[in-house]
Every structure is written in C-alpha cells, then in structure tokens.
C-alpha cells in the first residue's frame, strides 16, 4: 500500500484539527500575560524600599509660612538643588502609602485636618477642592514651603522620602490612588470610611489664590 500524499487532497478531504484547536495556545499566551502583568503589579503594591534615595535637596529655597514643623532654619542659598530632588514613586505602592498615614499621625497633620482629612482649622483633604492643585507635585510643595495662614513648612525638618509618602497618603484621602493600594482599614475611632472604601473624588482646577485661603 502505497503512504497517503496529504498534499495531493482536495482541500474538502484534508484531515481537520479538531474545533479550536488554533485557539487554545492564543488563549493561553494571553492568560499568561495577565498573569505576568499582575504579578508585576503585586510587585510593586508590596516593594518596600528601607534605604530611601538621598536627596541633594536638605531645604526648599522659598517659604511660604512663617511657620515652620520644628526650629526654625534658613532657606536654602540661591545655588542650591532645587525640591524635589528625588521622583515621585509611591502611586502604587501600598506599604509607602501606609508609611504616610503613620507619618500623618506622627507629625499632627489630623490635628487641622481632622483624622481622616475632613477637615477642622485646615481644610478638608478628602473632598473635590484643591487650593493648591491635586497633582504630587503641587502637594510636595505645600508640605515643603507651607503655605499663608498656618500651614507650616516641613522642608528641611524631615527628608524628602517621607514627604512623598505624606503626598501619597494625602491622594488617597479623596480616593485618587488604586483601591488595593489605599489603606483598608484606621488605626483609630473614627466616623469615616476607611481609604480604600471612599468613592474617587473628581478633580477640579484650583481657583485663583488670593491669600485669604487657609
């Protein structure tokens, strides 16, 4: 007998790969893919980083309070880094936010802004209102130079690392971080929602500042 020469069938007669065939490995490759991507996104959810960059910046060169979080000490020269001297890195990374609601705690930040940033002699940090603008960068800059009428000025009293993860923490107030990044749960009594519970608050343009804001 004679071997069978597929080439010579007819199309019509060519043995076919059973349904689906040609599916299951694209399937697959992409259930791996997400698979992949997600483990990178744990990664980074859960990366703590003990040694923090060093920051070539030790004081903003303006103030705009006159107070300052501790003795007071001089601006930095004309000559010298700008701040922030160091990325913004914490969006997704659940342990600095955390680090940033102690940090919140520690250095009294809920004595104006009451616990869960509704707001008291400061205003509020878990609404849609943003006199500075909602951006890290805008943020680092309040906590850094302070602002008019008692905001105080943290620059050069605690390091750069740390404000970023007071800038984190102060975004997931009105919900603009991921929902598996926001803290889940207070570490005191405290009427509001915890973080990760909090609808996301829309972001509106900063109206003008005049020098009445608080």
């Known amino acids: 007998m004679y071997p069978l ?4 069938l007819a199309p019509s007669a060519r043995p076919k790969a059973p349904s689906g065939w040609g599916a299951a490995p694209t399937v697959a490759r992409i259930a791996a893919m997400a698979l992949a991507l997600g483990a990178l996104s744990a990664c980074d959810r859960e990366k703590r980083e003990f040694e923090a960059p060093q920051a070539a910046a030790t004081a903003p060169k303006l103030r705009q309070s006159s107070i300052q979080a501790g003795q007071p000490q001089p601006d930095a020269p004309a000559a010298a880094p700008d701040m922030p001297s160091t990325p913004y890195r914490y969006e997704d990374n659940a342990y600095a936010v955390s680090q940033g609601k102690r940090l919140y705690r520690w250095y009294n930040c809920s ?17 849609d209102k943003w006199i500075y603008g909602s951006d890290p960068e805008n943020i680092f800059a309040t906590i850094a ?3 008019p009428n008692g905001m105080p000025s943290f620059g050069g009293h605690i390091p750069e690392d740390q404000i970023w993860q007071l ?13 598996d990044v926001e803290p889940g749960r207070g570490d005191a009594l405290q009427a ?3 973080e990760a519970a909090r609808p996301t608050e829309p972001v509106h343009p900063a109206p003008p500042v005049t020098g009445t804001e608080r």
């Open 192 to 194: 509001s929602p915890p």
């Open 167 to 179: 800038v984190a923490y102060v975004r997931s107030l009105s919900g603009q971080l991921r929902k």
């Open 145 to 147: 130079q302070g602002r």
């Open 111 to 127: 004595s104006c802004h009451a616990p869960g940033g509704g707001g008291d002699w400061g205003p509020a940090l878990s609404d």
């Open 5 to 8: 020469n597929r080439s010579a």
